[in-house]
């Protein structure tokens, strides 16, 4: 869609096939370009002269047609120049693309696309400051790219003298979505500033027909899509730390602190009478399931105990069998005291229903090799207490486990598209 | 709301812990055995536990 024409435009002749060329940058276009011959004409006289020869080198087509209007911040700018300039870096070329814009009363502004990758730029408002990073603005620049451009093909007009292979050393900072580029030759140095936006934008600007082409890579100013979200994702991980320690301690405060049962009893290893004992039924409480651990302890210094447990319902007979091993050995070896076992034990059995409930045990304990008879055979007293709703501190660190990979995921791929964006920069101390 | 799934995750999970926590939940630990017999508060060495503890020894009904 061509656009609507609402500024008079001049016109000069070519001096060399005498084609009308038209000038929509008025006095600002200091050269342009002849559409019939494609000769460079300098128009900073008022006259046209030739500034250089009809391009040999390939033709290059503008993705965005000359003399269509686009509007950004609300302005509408026409397209009046298009170049393409590259640069040679490890021994291949880098080809990218820049339109000259101009509005009659904001001046000139101008769009650059590499690979799908698009940046308005303006030229500066003031000159940056440089001391490790650049500063502009409110924004702190890193160094990323240094190379030595040249222009390899134009077409329309520009604010300067423009020649095919025209060289400028040019050092890129960024600082994500935006860009500062110096363009430096022999004579000046001149500061932009480009500021990323999507192939959607462009052509939704330009009311370009068809779909854009698809960016392909990270450039250097992209913004990162999971800027933020490593931060957050921690936040919200030290959150759910702190709900689910506040609800673990919720529940250790709740459950009940004195045993639903207790028992003593005594065990003979040497009788020749069953020794297997019961409770007295006992109460299971609530109108839900229940952790109930159950604790045992045994007199087993330089002694060891077997103990067969069974917590069964009284109205179903559905057991819950376990076991403990209490032993307790302690001495002196080569003046060092030690200690192995323990004289008491837990196990907690999980979802049990409430209801009436009483223990069985199962002592045990058999002579070892070596050992006297007088030394296997002492009796053993051991108790064992029932505590309903044990808190599971388990569960607590696989909740936390569980947490763990979704920031943990969230910072990866943040850096791996930090890692994408620095490794085609070439300078050092930039990367994050 | 950055991470929306993460909130709707990690808020499950948090139920989920909650209702664990609540109803005793746990991976391991001793599991319902049912068909006792009815004897063993009567006499209870008539029945041994079917869990074996010390290597070596025949733990099976007396």
Redesign the interface.
């Known amino acids: 869609m061509p656009a609507q024409s609402t500024v008079k435009t001049r016109a000069i002749t070519c001096p060399n096939c005498g084609g009308t060329v038209q000038l929509r940058g008025f006095a600002h276009t200091l050269s342009v370009t002849c559409s019939s011959c494609r000769t460079v004409l300098d128009t900073s006289s008022g006259e046209a002269s030739i500034l250089a020869r009809a391009q040999k080198q390939m033709k290059v087509q503008p993705l965005i047609p000359l003399g269509w209007r686009g509007t950004f911040d609300g302005v509408p700018f026409e397209a009046i120049g298009f170049e393409q300039r590259y640069i040679q870096a490890d021994g291949e070329t880098f080809c990218w693309q820049e339109y000259v814009l101009f509005h009659p009363y904001k001046g000139f502004r101008y769009l650059s696309e590499y690979n799908g990758h698009w940046n308005f730029i303006s030229p500066t408002v003031a000159l940056p400051q440089k001391i490790i990073y650049v500063h502009y603005e409110h924004g702190v620049y890193k160094p990323f790219q240094k190379a030595v451009a040249r222009t390899g093909f134009v077409i329309g007009e520009f604010p300067w003298r423009v020649c095919i292979g025209e060289t400028v050393h040019m050092v890129d900072y960024i600082d994500p979505p935006y860009i500062l580029s110096s363009e430096s030759n022999s004579n000046e140095t001149t500061w932009s500033v480009g500021r990323y936006v999507t192939s959607d934008e462009i052509w939704k600007a330009f009311k370009l027909p068809g779909e854009p082409p698809k960016a392909s890579g990270v450039y250097a100013n992209q913004p990162n899509p999971h800027a ?2 490593p931060g ?2 921690f936040k ?2 030290g ?2 730390f702190a ?2 320690l506040a ?2 301690i919720f ?1 250790s405060m709740t459950h009940k602190s004195t045993p639903v049962f207790t028992g003593s009893y005594k065990f003979d290893p040497t009788a020749q009478t ?5 409770s007295q039924p006992f109460e299971l409480t609530g109108s ?5 651990h159950i604790e045992s302890r045994a007199a087993v210094n330089q002694n060891w105990v ?1 103990l ?5 319902n ?1 109205d ?8 403990e ?1 209490l032993s307790y050995y302690s001495g002196v070896d080569g003046g060092e005291s030690w200690s192995e076992g323990s004289a008491n034990q837990g ?6 229903p409430p209801g009436r409930y ?1 223990i ?1 045990i ?1 002592p ?1 304990r ?1 002579k070892e090799a070596g050992e006297s008879a007088l030394l296997a055979g002492r009796p053993i007293e051991y108790k064992v207490a029932v505590f309903q ?4 501190v ?3 660190f696989i ?1 936390i486990l ?2 763990l990979p ?2 943990i995921i ?1 910072w990866w791929r943040y850096k791996r598209f930090e890692t994408q964006r620095w490794s085609e920069s070439d300078m050092s101390g930039g990367g994050e | 709301m ?2 929306p ?3 709707a ?2 808020s499950l ?2 139920l989920l ?2 209702a ?19 004897t ?2 009567d006499n ?2 008539a ?5 074996g ?2 290597p070596g ?1 025949y ?1 099976g009904g007396k």
């Not at chain 2, 029945?47 to 869990?51: F, G, K, L």
């Open positions: 933020g979200k957050a994702s919200l991980f959150l759910f709900l689910a609800i673990l529940f069953d020794q297997s004992a019961v839900h399931t229940s952790a109930v077997y067969a447990i069974a917590l069964v009284v179903t007979n559905e057991s819950y069998d376990f076991s091993m196990t907690t059995v999980h979802r049990v009483y069985r199962d045990d058999e709703g044990a808190t599971n388990g569960l607590f909740v569980l947490l979704p920031p969230a | 950055k991470s799934i993460f909130t995750y990690g999970l948090l812990f909650g664990a926590q609540y109803t005793g939940f746990g991976f391991m630990g001793p599991q319902p055995a049912k068909g006792g017999p009815k063993i508060r209870p060495g029945s041994r536990s079917h869990y503890g010390i020894r733990v």
